[in-house]
Structures are given as C-alpha cells and as structure tokens.
C-alpha cells in the first residue's frame, strides 16, 4: 500500500514562499512509471492540477497561474516530492494535496496524501 505524507503548509504572507514536501512510502520493486504531482482545492472549489513531474524527473508541467512562481522537484532517493512556492499571492491559499500515479505489474494505481493546508494573508 502506498502512502503519500505531505508537509509543509502554513500561514504566510504575499510575496511570501513556502516549501512543500510529499514522502512516498510503499513503493516496490515492481512499481515502475511513477509520476507526481501537487494539485489544490480552495473552499467551494474543484481540485485542480497545479504541478505534475514524470517519473525520470524529465519533464514537468504547471498550472498557468502558476508558472514562474512554482517549480516542482523530486528525490527519487528519498521517494520525495517537492514543490517550491515562491511569490505567492492571496489567490494561492487552498488544501494542496499530493497525487501518485503508476503502474505495480501491470495494474494502474493512483494515490493521494490527506493534504497540506496553504494560506496566503496579510
């Protein structure tokens, strides 16, 4: 079974920068493909992707209104996930939460971590 933790989140102000991290448990030998990603949900809001990195660390994606500001890193070593939040702005504050994707065998899986909770204040 694996299991996401993230950490991180806090109260911070505009301008302000955050660091999230997301620690993977469960992995095998047989998992393989794994893909990351952050996404967020603001109160009253759908969860939407914010950061998504492949499993070779070759490439990456971002949410327009998050481009520039965040950059999404992994440790494979460490089976963690970082997401670096710089710049941020009130708009930011929401859950985010960490999402794992692969393949154990050849069966799909897809995981999330309980969250971490981000807000943007003055």
């Known amino acids: 079974q694996v299991q996401l933790v993230e950490s991180g989140g806090g109260v911070v102000q505009p301008g302000g920068s955050l660091r999230l991290s997301c620690a993977a448990s469960?992995?095998?030998?047989?998992?393989?493909?794994?893909?990351m990603s952050w996404y967020r949900q603001a109160p009253g809001k759908g969860r939407d992707l914010v950061a998504g990195?492949?499993?070779?660390?070759?490439?990456?994606n971002y949410a327009d209104s998050v481009k520039g500001r965040f950059t999404i890193s992994r440790d494979k070593a460490k089976n963690t996930v970082y997401l670096q939040m710089n710049s941020l702005k009130v708009e930011d504050t929401a859950m985010y939460y960490c999402?794992?994707?692969?393949?154990?065998?050849?069966?799909?899986?897809?995981?999330w971590g309980q969250g971490t909770q981000v807000t943007v204040s003055s």
């Open positions: 990195i492949t499993s070779g660390a070759e490439i990456t």
């Open positions: 469960g992995f095998t030998s047989s998992t393989r493909g794994i893909s």
């Open positions: 999402r794992a994707e692969g393949l154990r065998g050849f069966a799909k899986f897809d995981y």
